[in-house]
């Protein structure tokens, strides 16, 4: 009988400690203040052209263009919690001639509204690699949010005369870092 008189006692002690607990009141209006800001890094675009690309039946090309579907910016998520883009490019050329690179952004309208433009020296022997970043940022960044398509414009300098047995080639390789803000 003891027995159970001590173990009815811790059992309702330990009942009695249970009941008792510490809690504060809690703030879910903290949400309200809750602000993420993620940081996304893609590729854009990459090429690699052989000089014997810019020979077409023996004759030389000097422009070349591609034109790319570049519509992220319908989806309302992004366009809303966009608050900078950073477009990184690198160009390598090991073709003994110089050229310019255009980056046009268009609009819904084909209407060009940005240019990011390079010029490549020529190669003399030796790669010559070329770097930029394009920062988007308030007025610009809208620019970037109205474009559509892309376009990649490469226009080849004067210079000693390409044939389909031309050695090097132009390498583009870009990416876009983009920060958004959610709150």
């Given amino acids: 009988m ?6 009815r006692f811790f059992g309702i002690l330990i009942l009695a400690l249970f009941s008792f607990s510490c809690s504060s009141d809690l ?4 949400a309200n203040d809750l602000k993420l800001e993620p940081v996304f890094i893609t590729n854009l675009s990459y090429f690699d052209i052989p000089a014997n690309d810019f020979v077409d039946n023996g004759t030389e090309q ?3 263009f591609d034109a790319q ?4 910016f319908r989806d309302s998520f992004l366009r809303e919690n966009l608050r900078r883009a950073d477009f990184s490019f690198e160009i390598t050329n090991t073709i003994n001639r110089a050229y310019s690179f255009d980056l046009n952004l268009i609009d819904q309208n ?3 509204i940005y240019t990011i433009r390079m010029n490549i020296p020529a190669s003399t022997g030796t790669a010559v690699i070329r770097n930029k970043t ?3 940022e308030n007025a610009k960044l809208d620019l970037l949010k109205a474009s559509r398509r892309m376009e990649f414009v490469l226009v080849m300098a004067p210079g000693p005369a ?3 047995n031309s050695l090097g080639s132009l390498k583009l390789r870009s990416s876009a870092t983009v920060y958004l803000v959610v709150e």
Avoid: G, P, T
């Fill in 2 to 7: 003891k027995a159970y008189l001590i173990n």
């Fill in 134 to 136: 394009e920062i988007f």
């Fill in 110 to 112: 084909d209407a060009v």
């Fill in 162 to 164: 390409l044939s389909e």
């Fill in 62 to 64: 000097n422009i070349s």
């Fill in 27 to 30: 703030d879910f209006n903290q």
């Fill in 69 to 72: 579907d570049f519509d992220v």
